[in-house]
């Protein structure tokens, strides 16, 4: 079973929420869609259902247009970013619900049931109301009801985004072993964390603005981003951007010194190019001769962030441990060049390390 989307375009009030989408689905292979707020994902995954008819475009299953079937002939199953359940129905009959509707076999159903409860560890919770749950215990009642229908095509809507961050990393660290066994199913999951994208996905589609800029397995879209907007979006905190030239057999970036090409740039030809590189591939280095006055920091876990503005723009450097450093300080920057990007002025990928 494949499920492809042909030339699908959405537009409302003359803008285009999804731009003549093309790509293929398959059984068995989760698919995450990355994008900021507003990239058309939502869009994408309540076209799929049914919900919102597409302007123009298809959608086929297996070769088979779905213009014409209905939302409950699509055998699909959706999981919202709220916790949308039966508010007066116990844990259980929320699960049971979908296949109360099939008419399934009381011994059956109540077997699956338990198997789902089981899966999302909520055995022993089966008479609460979602009301007497935890936000992330609704999430996953709701996860299990959609589970339990064995739809051939699961949407999850940003599933773990209300939750909190502790709750998100131990759901997210979940998540593939709970979809284990739903090698029929066709499962797309979007989000607008790089993390979750990367590490749930056995293929990535980027979007912005209703367009798919780049899509492919995880390490692909992540060491070799299409262009400076890609590179944004797949990297948190996002990719910083320093300009510059290639003049006479090194780098020149502005307002910085003259350093040696590296090796994976050495055949760039000369001219004016954007030079990305990661937050974690800056360092402090006093040898450097570039510096800029520190905007501000923040503390992440055992990781600082510390936000300088230089001559070249604002960028980001990611360092081990906490830092206390004062506002408005100068920070010598030093580059891992070996980890550099380079895309041209109109900000297409031109070479990667």
Request: net charge neutral; no cysteine; proline share 6%.
């Amino acid at each position: 079973m494949t499920l492809s989307i042909d030339q699908l375009h959405l537009e409302r009030d003359g803008v285009a929420h999804l731009d003549d989408l093309a790509m293929q689905f398959r059984p068995g292979q989760l698919t995450t869609v990355i994008g900021r707020t507003l990239a058309g994902k939502t869009t994408l995954l309540r076209t799929l259902a049914g919900l919102q008819a597409p302007d123009r475009g298809a959608i086929r299953l297996d070769g088979r247009s779905l213009a014409d079937t209905p939302v409950w002939q699509r055998d699909v199953a959706m999981v919202y970013q709220q916790f949308i359940n039966y508010p007066h129905l116990s844990v259980f009959e929320n699960v049971a619900f979908p296949l109360r509707r099939r008419r399934m076999a009381d011994a059956a159903l109540r077997q699956r049931v338990a198997q789902m409860l089981e899966k999302v560890g909520l055995t022993g919770f089966e008479q609460r109301r979602p009301g007497q749950l935890s936000g992330g215990q609704q999430q996953r009642v709701a996860l299990a009801r959609a589970l339990a229908r064995g739809a051939r095509l699961l949407l999850l809507d940003e599933p773990l985004v209300n939750l909190d961050y502790k709750l998100r990393e131990q759901l997210r660290s979940e998540f593939r072993a709970l979809l284990a066994g739903a090698s029929d199913t066709i499962v797309v999951y979007t989000t607008t964390e790089p993390a979750e994208a990367m590490m749930l996905g056995d293929a990535v589609v980027v979007m912005h603005e209703g367009r798919i800029l780049q899509a492919g397995a995880p390490a692909e879209v992540f060491d070799r981003p299409a262009s400076t907007t890609v590179a944004e979006i797949v990297n948190d905190p996002p990719m910083n951007f320093l300009p510059g030239q290639v003049a006479e057999g090194a780098l020149v970036l502005n307002g910085g010194p003259r350093m040696t090409l590296p090796v994976h740039l050495a055949q760039l030809p000369p001219g004016e190019y954007r030079f990305g590189i990661r937050a974690k591939d800056l360092h402090i280095d006093p040898s450097s001769g570039i510096s800029g006055s520190l905007g501000f920091s923040e503390v992440s876990g055992s990781e600082t962030f510390l936000h300088v503005d230089t001559a070249f723009g604002s960028v980001a450097l990611q360092l081990e441990g906490i830092h206390d450093v004062e506002l408005g300080a100068r920070i010598p920057i030093g580059l891992s060049l070996q980890r550099l990007f380079a895309f041209a002025p109109a900000g297409q990928l031109v070479a990667a390390p």
